[in-house]
Nanobody
Framework: QVQLVESGGGLVQPGGSLRLSCAAS????????MGWYRQAPGKQRELVAA???????NYADSVKGRFTVSRDNAKNTVYLQMNSLKPEDTAVYYC???????????????WGQGTQVTVSS
């Protein structure tokens, strides 16, 4: 019904940058909040950054000043620009979006498949 496809992950050295993208497609009616979560081995999934339909953003304290979340509504795409990457940023990053499907009338969350980000020298 709805699919989120992520890209942009990879291996980068500390201090480097990566840009993640997540495009939503399918039975999309109205998209509200879009964002990114991450999960490291043995840890619980945590919010990294989110952006509302109005452009308001929220960031985890650990990434403030380094990461920037943005969205392109025409493309149903959310981005995460990650700068000054640290080893502790290593995790699987998951795209998330809250939307109402075109064929339905309720708000629910959808998740991407995850993309690996590894920060190591």
């Amino acid at each position: 019904q709805v699919q989120l496809v992520e890209s942009g992950g990879g291996l980068v050295q500390p201090g480097g940058s990566l840009r993640l993208s997540c495009a939503a497609s399918g039975d999309i009616g109205t998209i509200y909040t879009m964002g990114w979560y991450r999960q490291a081995p043995g840890k619980q999934r945590e919010l990294v950054a989110a952006i509302s339909s109005g452009g308001s953003t929220n960031y985890a304290d650990s990434v403030k000043g380094r990461f920037t979340v943005s969205r392109d509504n025409a493309k149903n795409t959310v981005y995460l620009q990650m700068n000054s990457l640290k080893p502790e940023d290593t995790a699987v990053y998951y795209c998330n979006t809250d939307l109402i499907a075109r064929s339905g009338g309720y708000l629910r969350a959808y998740w991407g498949q995850g993309t690996q980000v590894t920060v190591s020298s």
